[in-house]
């Protein structure tokens, strides 16, 4: 399913599964075992699930979007969330994936949920979603060095991320190589 999902943005191909170590390895270094970590798995593979609904022209887009196409792609965690819903087995994994573009600071969405309001594991992806995307290529700009990417995410500690998840984020990046 992740791999659908990738599929149908070639910028995108194989996003879910870096989010994915990224997350795990976050989940690792906070004492998290078992069926917590393969939760976290799952629910990075299907953080972007909601993109399916979002049209072609929006997801392909080669310039910035305006303001109304900007509105329609941050439904997307609200899709995902929709889609999950239909399934029972996989609606655990509804709050990681509808909340992780919260912010800190609550100035996040679709929810502007803050602080200890957003779900643990949708705090954790948000920071691997972030570092993927950065560093990726994407249709309206190039891809950022890890050494930009790490300091904007440092430079959003207590706004956009978890000051207490981050420098253990951080850490894990660069032990990543």
């Known amino acids: 399913m992740a791999a ?4 149908r943005d070639s910028y995108t191909l194989g996003h879910s599964t870096r989010v994915s170590e990224m997350a795990i390895a976050l989940g690792r270094e906070l004492g998290l075992r078992g069926q917590e970590l393969d939760d976290i798995e799952i629910a990075c593979l299907f953080h972007d699930v909601g993109k399916i609904k979002i049209p072609d022209t929006i997801l392909h887009k080669a310039v910035n979007l305006d303001p109304d196409e900007w509105e329609e792609m ?4 609200e ?17 990681a994936v509808r909340h992780h573009h919260e912010w800190y600071n609550g100035s996040g969405y679709p929810d502007g949920l803050s602080r200890e309001g957003i779900p643990r594991d949708a705090a954790i992806i948000s920071l691997a979603d972030a570092y993927d995307a950065m560093t990726s290529d994407r249709s309206y700009r ?3 060095t890890k ?4 300091a904007t995410i ?14 253990l984020f951080l850490g ?3 032990k990543m190589g």
């Open 154 to 167: 440092e430079e959003r500690v207590g706004k956009q991320f978890s000051p207490e998840l981050t420098p």
């Open 142 to 144: 190039k891809a950022m």
């Open 172 to 174: 894990i990046v660069n």
């Open 4 to 7: 659908a999902i990738d599929a």
């Open 79 to 95: 899709y995902g969330a929709e889609i999950l819903r239909k399934a029972p087995s996989l609606r655990r994994f509804i709050p």
């Open 147 to 150: 050494k930009k990417a790490l």
């Open 74 to 77: 941050q439904k997307h965690p």
